[in-house]
């Protein structure tokens, strides 16, 4: 199985798992509701971020078709605004997923890199 063909089973996933998220999202009663806001980033955008730093790093600079590109990136987006809306925050999510993996790679942390990149909660 060619590196190309293993990224694209996982943005796969990755993208099913967004829509289902989206899909069976409750805005909390009273937000902010912190722990599902993580369990967003941890299990969803923190990984979108991370498939696409480990593809493009390391010697592999594996290529993604648009299509594919395009899905890990909605995907992630999506959680971003899922994350926000945990907060009671109503974001309309659009960043490009290399600038979110370059702010992965500088804070490690993707709750910074989700903070950074949608203003919630404000500092």
């Not at 190309?4 to 009273?30: K, N």
């Not at 902010?32 to 993580?38: F, G, L, R, V």
């Not at 480990?54 to 959680?79: C, I, S």
């Not at 993996?101 to 709750?111: M, P, V």
Request: include cysteine; charged fraction near 25%.
């Amino acid at each position: 199985m060619t590196a190309e063909t293993r990224f694209a089973e996982r943005i796969e996933d990755l993208a099913d798992r967004a829509t289902a998220d989206c899909a069976a999202f409750e805005p909390p009663a009273d937000p902010p509701d912190e722990q599902q806001a993580m369990s967003y980033l941890r299990d969803g955008a923190g990984p979108a971020v991370s498939l696409y730093v480990e593809a493009r790093t390391g010697g592999l600079m594996v290529h993604f078709p648009p299509d594919q590109y395009h899905a890990l990136e909605n995907a992630m987006n999506d959680w971003f605004e899922l994350y926000a809306a945990c907060y009671g925050v109503d974001v309309d999510a659009d960043v490009a997923l290399r600038k979110a993996a370059e702010l992965l790679i500088d804070t490690h942390n993707i709750k910074d890199v989700a903070q950074i990149l949608t203003g919630v909660p404000e500092r």
